[in-house]
C-alpha cells in the first residue's frame, strides 16, 4: 500500500517517543534506524491501520522546527474506548472527549509537547 500524506515529526527524544507513542497509542513500530549518534533515530515508520507517521531525532538545521509544533490527526474505530486506554496511559488531555456533531474526538499532548487529535471523523476522499 502506497500513502500519499505521511505526517512527520522531530523529537529530541526519538527514542522514548517511539515508545510514548507505541505504549500509550497503540502505534506499531515498521521501522527504525539508528542515527549516527547514540541514542538517536535517523528514520522511523511507525503504522497505524491504513496510515503511518514518521519520525526522527532532531538535529537537520534545514527542516528543524520546534519541538511541539506538530498537530496529527489519526481515525480510531472505537474513540471512547481509545479515549479510556490514552486517559489510563496518564497522558495530558488537552481537549476532552465531545461529540461534535460530525465525529466524536479528543486531543493529547504528547511529552514533547507535539498534539495528536483521535476521532471517529474519517473525511471522504474527493472524486
Excluded at 522514548?16 to 547514540?38: K, R
Excluded at 496518564?90 to 499532548?109: H, N, Q, W
Aim: charged content about 20%.
Amino acid at each position: 500500500m502506497a500513502f500519499d500524506v505521511i505526517p512527520c515529526l522531530t523529537y529530541r527524544d526519538a527514542p522514548a517517543a517511539i515508545e510514548w507513542l507505541t505504549g500509550t497509542f497503540g502505534f506499531e513500530v515498521a521501522a527504525s534506524h539508528p542515527g549516527e549518534q547514540p541514542g538517536t533515530i535517523a528514520h522511523a515508520e511507525l503504522a497505524w491501520a491504513d496510515g503511518m507517521v514518521m519520525l526522527g531525532s532532531g538535529g537537520n538545521p534545514a527542516i528543524e522546527r520546534p519541538a511541539g509544533s506538530g498537530l496529527v490527526y489519526v481515525v480510531v474505530d472505537d474513540v471512547k474506548r481509545h479515549h479510556e486506554r490514552v486517559t489510563a496511559a496518564g497522558a495530558e488531555i488537552v481537549t476532552p472527549l465531545e461529540d461534535k456533531g460530525y465525529g466524536t474526538d479528543y486531543t493529547v499532548r504528547d511529552p514533547e509537547g507535539n498534539l495528536w487529535s483521535f476521532g471517529d471523523y474519517r473525511p471522504a476522499r474527493p472524486s
